[in-house]
T-cell receptor, first 109, second 112 residues
Framework: QKEVEQNSGPLSVPEGAIASLNCTYS??????FFWYRQYSGKSPELIMF????GDKEDGRFTAQLNKASQYVSLLIRDSQPSDSATYLC?????????FGTGTSLTVIP | NAGVTQTPKFRILKIGQSMTLQCTQD?????MYWYRQDPGMGLKLIYY???????DKGEVPNGYNVSRSTTEDFPLRLELAAPSQTSVYFC???????????FGPGTRLTVT
């Protein structure tokens, strides 16, 4: 069973703060790692993907990958109320994608 | 481009009824996926396809069937609906060489 685990939260941060979201995965053969944002009642939308160990930055978002520790994280800098959503971590293994249960983030104005 | 479309948006089924959830993509993607998402949970893969005529089981295939006769369409069939199949169903597609999946808007299904 290939598992992806996230803290379900809820995580609350004040506007302008850094939000830190974490994810661990069980399959060492996993090749690609993704963070999706999902607003209530909507479909997931891709925020970032990362393939290699280290950091990847895109605007206010930074993804971090540590394959030795089987750990992926997402940092959101200068958090905005519009960032309030559920964040899903996903891992690709072969042709299949495995999702965590998501972390609910609330950014307080 | 419409992207990935799903019909219907909502459906209520009685136990034992059958139905087909439709999914169509216009991006000429080879890969297509069906997921279900239960309340407060992540997505679970039901079935996927790597191209027309080729399908394979995901994590939770029991109670479902799929077919892929064209690149564009990937319908999901529920033969004998059960309350445990109450969920939101998402279809997604993916083209090579990217790993990004494009999701449809979802179908909210209730079985009573």
């Amino acid at each position: 069973q290939k598992e992806v685990e996230q803290n379900s939260g809820p995580l609350s941060v004040p506007e302008g703060a850094i939000a830190s979201l974490n994810c661990t995965y069980s399959d060492r053969g996993s090749q690609s790692f993704f963070w999706y944002r999902q607003y209530s009642g909507k479909s997931p939308e891709l925020i970032m993907f990362i393939y290699s160990n280290g950091d990847k930055e895109d605007g206010r978002f930074t993804a971090q990958l540590n394959k030795a520790s089987q750990y992926v994280s997402l940092l959101i800098r200068d958090s905005q109320p519009s960032d309030s959503a559920t964040y899903l971590c996903a891992v690709k293994s072969g042709n299949q994608f495995y999702f965590g249960t998501g972390t609910s983030l609330t950014v307080i104005p | 481009n419409a992207g990935v479309t799903q019909t219907p948006k909502f459906r209520i089924l009685k136990i034992g009824q059958s139905m087909t959830l439709q999914c169509t993509q216009d991006m000429n993607h080879n890969y297509m996926y069906w997921y279900r998402q239960d309340p407060g949970m992540g997505l679970k893969l039901i079935y996927y396809s790597v191209g027309a005529g080729i399908t394979d089981k995901g994590e939770v295939p029991n109670g479902y069937n799929v077919s892929r006769s064209t690149t564009e369409d990937f319908p999901l069939r529920l033969e004998l609906a059960a309350p445990s199949q109450t969920s939101v169903y998402f279809c997604a597609s993916r083209g090579l060489p990217e790993d990004e999946q494009y999701f449809g808007p979802g179908t909210r299904l209730t079985v009573t």
